[in-house]
């Protein structure tokens, strides 16, 4: 059996394989856009002077972080829409419940990482500049949203970087919960044309290319802009 590049080339399969890559590239966009906020959130929580909100924020960290995704993935498909009111499980099971799903189990997982990072950024800050913040006057949320935590996020660029690039790579799981991106398409092609070669082949030059682009921006970045303090 010989290599056949035209198969994917052809009607239906082309159109599955790049609805594939479109969805998976839609599902890591919307995951990041949801998850950076949340991160920042919990990094600010874990470093709050309020107790309580400081271990909220350090409990639901370490339960998501400590939990495979793929469980994340199961729970939130078969588990969570079971605990809803009845008018929103219908709602949920009439539409896109598989895409929903799978983007609450990334953009969770993908913060609790995201927010250590941003954690760490901001310990990075000299803790004088949140001293003199203070003594003129601002507050704690102030002092961060406009002081340390610009600062902070342009040191974490590049660990952020990586964890989008683990992102990418996480949205094939979705696949288990029947989201019809990249790995779902190619496993249909498969299945449709008995040529698995050249469907996953597809697949797997997807992920390298996009993981080697995130890859060369990271790098770019930290070249152009080393990682350091103000």
Known sequence: MHFDIQLLLTGD????????????????????????????LLALARLAPIAALRWAAFTLVEAVRNVPLLAHMLFWYFGAPELLPEPIKRWLYAGNIEAISALVALTLY?????????????????????????????????????????????????????QTLNLWKNTSIATVIGVAELMYQAAKVESASFRSAEAFAFATLS????SLLLGALAARY?????????
Do not use: C, K, N
């Open 13 to 40: 399969y082309r159109d599955w394989l790049l609805h594939g890559l479109a969805m998976s590239l839609a599902l890591a966009g919307g995951t990041l856009l949801l998850a950076l906020p949340l991160a920042t």
């Open 110 to 162: 993908t913060a609790a990482y995201m927010s250590e990072d941003i954690r760490s950024g901001i310990r990075a800050i000299p803790r004088g500049q949140l001293d003199a913040a203070r003594a003129l006057g601002f507050g704690f949320i102030a002092a961060m949203r406009y002081l340390i935590v610009p600062q902070a996020l342009r040191l974490t660029v590049p660990p952020l970087l990586s």
């Open 207 to 210: 992920y390298l290319s996009i």
């Open 222 to 230: 930290m070249q152009r802009f080393p990682a350091r303090p103000a």
